[in-house]
């Protein structure tokens, strides 16, 4: 199978994954209102996308917008989901350049928690305490814990199929199309 068939399988595969998960899971979220809600395991398709290219992270990040959105959550929840787009693209080329799934999840945690930031500021306003604890720290902890669902399902696979983390979806570092 081609390189871009490969990556439309599974940027389709890690969609469906990312719609479904808000919509079904509802037993897995914590909301805090106006405009923090954490959704267990709904990074984990993001975090898996990184290890495949940029493209498939970015399409996967707009599935997961449009599952928050398809669930029914309030703007500023789907608004948060919208910068899995970004969280998603950035980590894909960190593993890219460094080969270093841990070092991306580390690196896009504060960038994810700073983005969610600031994407609720137009619904609640500047207010420092639930901006920055409830929705800076509070996703930079579900982006972690996210990360290590994803990470310890990642590991399973690549021992299943006897390969490294890096290339259990393929190699597609070399055939980049974002």
Do not use: W
């Amino acid at each position: 199978m081609n390189t871009k068939i490969r990556q439309m399988v599974y940027a389709g595969l890690l969609t469906a994954l990312a719609i479904i998960i808000p919509i079904q899971f509802t037993f897995l979220r914590f909301y805090v209102p106006p405009a923090f809600s954490a959704t267990l395991a709904s990074h984990v398709p993001m975090m898996l996308s990184m290890l495949i290219s940029p493209f498939v992270a970015v399409v996967v990040g707009i599935g997961s917008t449009l599952g928050f959105l398809l669930a029914g959550t309030p703007a500023p929840v789907v608004a948060r989901a919208a910068t899995h787009i970004i969280v998603g693209y950035i980590g894909a080329k960190i593993i890219m350049k460094n080969r270093s799934y841990v070092k991306a999840v580390a690196i896009t945690a504060p960038i994810h928690g700073l983005l969610e930031m600031l994407v609720v500021i137009p619904f609640v306003g500047i207010n420092l305490n639930f901006i920055l604890l409830i929705t800076t720290i509070g996703t930079m902890i579900h982006h972690s814990i996210d990360g290590i669902i994803a990470y310890v399902l990642i590991r399973a696979i690549a021992k299943a199929r006897n390969k490294s983390i890096y290339n259990v979806f393929g190699d597609f570092r070399t055939h980049q199309t974002i």
